[in-house]
């Protein structure tokens, strides 16, 4: 009977405890997975995804000689997916920044800004991951005579930036 | 953003041609210098000289990392400067002045009268400006801390980067080394032995017969 009572205090004490009340208060709440959406994948977003596909080509063309295809281009597209969120997580911190040089003092901008620098950390682990698997991939030594397909790749990159 | 000695002179930079801007989003606010930032970014692209965009990227973002590095220490300088005052107040109080409150606040603007009476009772009781900083710091130490942990990040994301340079460069190196033996070895295969001319046949002959006859 007493656990009876104390699970019963218990339940009734964390429904007046979780979460907000008033209804500002829960709209704030609701808000709080949209404050900057650095969380959503950036191939959820048509426009950003297309930028993606597009990057993908410029960053690894001059890199095989040509344009990638099949598994090159999904590997492509997964070294250019965390370049595009990383720019993003730029972008997010940068009126954070100005608020700072402002305001020094400003101590809630200091904080998102400590926030938002997991979400670039995070970005560049994967595409530092990402960049590895490609090369892995792309280029890595072949034992027969496709080695040849690659030199092209190696001839485009000497002459990259002129 | 005032010039610094740990930056480069803003001067006339001449950034190369980049190909990937598209990719880089806006580094620099609008207190920044972005002739000091195009000056940096120049001085890297000119001594790396990047061979594809890969290393392009890697480039500007060791850049944007030394940038961010600097920035956020100038920030926590500015911070600490800003905050001065609640140094002040602290000592003052510990020291028991009647009114510190207000002298304080009248000493963090600058007022000759209350910056003298300031230093008169710090060096009374024997303390130092670094008293005051000390207090400071205990005030906001947790900014203080998440500044120190930006900057911390920057530079060990811009060793990171460097280290994937590396690591790159050695792949790629590898790899051309292996394609240039491959070249050689197609280049091997082509080559077969020629018979000599004839005339050096004769001449070889000639010198066979003499060295008999000498014999």
């Known amino acids: 009977m007493r656990r009876d009572r104390r699970a019963f205090s218990s339940r009734a004490n964390a429904q007046k405890s979780t979460g907000p009340k008033t209804p500002a208060g829960k709209a704030a709440a609701a ?34 000689g040509g344009e990638p295809a099949g598994r090159q281009r999904e590997l492509a597209c997964r070294i250019a997916e965390p370049i595009i969120d990383i720019r993003r997580v730029r972008d997010a911190k940068l009126p954070l920044i100005a608020a700072l040089q402002a305001d020094p003092k400003n101590s809630a901008a200091l904080k998102e800004l400590v926030v938002l620098d997991r979400y670039e950390r995070r970005a560049r682990s994967r595409r530092k991951f990402a960049i590895r698997e490609f ?12 080695a040849a397909a690659t030199a092209p790749g190696i001839l485009a990159k000497r002459s990259y930036l002129g | 953003m005032p010039e610094s000695a740990d930056l480069p002179t803003a001067r006339a930079a001449k950034l190369p041609a980049a190909t990937l801007d598209f990719l880089h989003g806006a580094s620099l606010t609008v207190a920044d210098s972005t002739a000091a930032y195009d000056t940096l970014i120049a001085r890297l692209f000119a001594s790396v000289r990047p061979s594809d965009p890969l290393e392009e990227i890697w480039t500007r973002e060791v850049g944007d990392d030394v940038w961010e590095a600097v920035r956020n220490r100038r920030l926590k300088a500015a ?9 002040v107040t602290e000592v003052l109080n510990t020291l028991q002045v009647p009114g510190y409150y207000e002298l304080s606040k009248r000493w963090s603007a600058r007022e000759p009268q209350a910056t003298a009476q300031v230093d008169a009772i710090l060096a009374k009781a024997g303390l130092c400006m670094n008293h005051v900083l ?19 990040a920057a530079l060990a994301r811009r060793n990171m980067t460097l280290h994937e340079i590396a690591q790159y460069r050695a792949h790629f190196a590898k790899h051309l080394r292996r394609v240039a033996d491959e070249a050689d070895t197609i280049e091997d295969v082509d080559y077969s032995v020629v018979a000599p001319p004839l005339a050096q046949q004769n001449g070889e002959g000639a010198a066979r017969a003499a060295a008999a006859t000498v014999a």
Do not use: W
């Open chain 1, 31 to 64: 808000r709080n997975a949209y404050r900057h959406g650095l969380n959503l994948p950036v191939l959820g977003d048509p426009a950003l995804s297309r930028e993606v596909d597009d990057a993908a080509c410029k960053i690894v063309t001059p890199l095989i």
């Open chain 1, 135 to 146: 090369c892995a991939v792309s280029l890595a030594p072949v034992e027969d005579g496709a």
């Open chain 2, 79 to 87: 911070l600490m400067t800003a905050c001065a005052d609640q140094g």
């Open chain 2, 134 to 152: 000390a207090q400071t710091q205990r005030r906001r130490i947790k900014d203080i801390e998440r500044f120190d942990g930006l900057i911390e």
